[in-house]
């Protein structure tokens, strides 16, 4: 009896660790297929990264970053758009010097990205220049504070490091949602109000014109409405402000009966 109970508690802890050692091999194997420069989903789909909340449109979301070590370089970093400064054009990381900001190197493009992890379980975006001569490793560390740059310069010949302190590096559960999911509320408001502006104005004008054959001034849609509209919001204004008023002032506003 003591034998069995031996037995089966064996194959139970050799089970148990067969499990630990194949899910820890498995999520070493795990991978980030690239969506976009700053984005990636698991290749099961269970979970993403998405950097678009950090990104700045034209100009580096980190700029003139100074290094740990305080050296002679200052360096610039957008996660998702390319960018230009000094020397560098198009490129998602400059490196420019602290004394003359003419001397400036490509240290990395947006479309050579590739996502990986490091040793320690960190999942790290490389980075290529242009001409292939010099590689940036982005870590993305997940916190819960304020998005930090830190940048620990070139650690090696041509190789350099920074290092993403963000609640936006944490890997989010559930497949990438596209873009729709990384961009705020107003800035999808602002998508659809400007087409659909556009849209009002040229359709209505155009069926002003064809439909219903007028010209000049009438060919803009609901002409009497925006016509008026100020007025409106004139006497709108006046009203709601009255209370706040002078009797006096509010007297001169009517005319007297």
């Known amino acids: 009896m003591a034998g069995t109970k031996h037995t089966g508690l064996f194959r139970r802890q050799t089970l148990a660790a067969f499990l630990v050692v194949f899910s820890s091999e498995l999520a070493k194997s795990q991978t980030c297929v690239k969506k976009m420069s700053c984005a990636c ?15 700045s449109s034209t100009k580096p979301r980190f700029r003139d970053v100074q290094p740990q070590d305080f050296g002679p370089w200052l ?4 996660p ?11 490129v998602a990381a400059c490196q420019v010097s602290n004394w003359d900001a003419t001397q400036s190197f490509d240290i990395g493009t947006q479309d050579s990205v590739t996502f990986n992890k490091d040793l320690n379980g960190n999942w790290v975006l490389r980075y290529l220049s242009r001409d292939g001569s010099k590689s940036l490793d982005v870590v993305l560390q997940c916190t819960q504070g304020n998005d930090d740059l830190t940048v ?21 559960e559930g497949p990438w949602p596209g873009l ?14 400007f087409p659909a502006l556009f849209l009002y104005c040229v359709g209505g004008v155009a069926f002003n014109k064809i439909v219903r054959g007028q010209s ?7 002409a009497y409405f925006w016509s008026e509209l100020p007025g409106v919001i004139k006497d ?17 506003s009517y005319d007297k009966i």
């Open 41 to 55: 989903e698991m290749d099961d789909k269970s979970g993403y990264i998405d950097l678009n909340s950090v990104q």
């Open 75 to 78: 360096y610039s970093w957008n």
């Open 80 to 90: 998702c758009g390319p960018f230009s400064m000094s020397q560098c054009s198009n």
């Open 152 to 172: 620990y310069g070139e650690l090696a010949t041509n190789d350099y490091q920074f290092t993403l302190s963000s609640l936006h590096s944490c890997v989010k």
């Open 180 to 193: 729709a999911g990384s961009i705020s509320f107003g800035s999808v408001l602002c998508i659809i109000f």
């Open 216 to 222: 000049g001034r009438d060919l803009v849609p609901n």
């Open 236 to 252: 709108g204004y006046r009203f709601a402000t009255s209370p706040c008023r002078s009797p006096q002032a509010r007297d001169a």
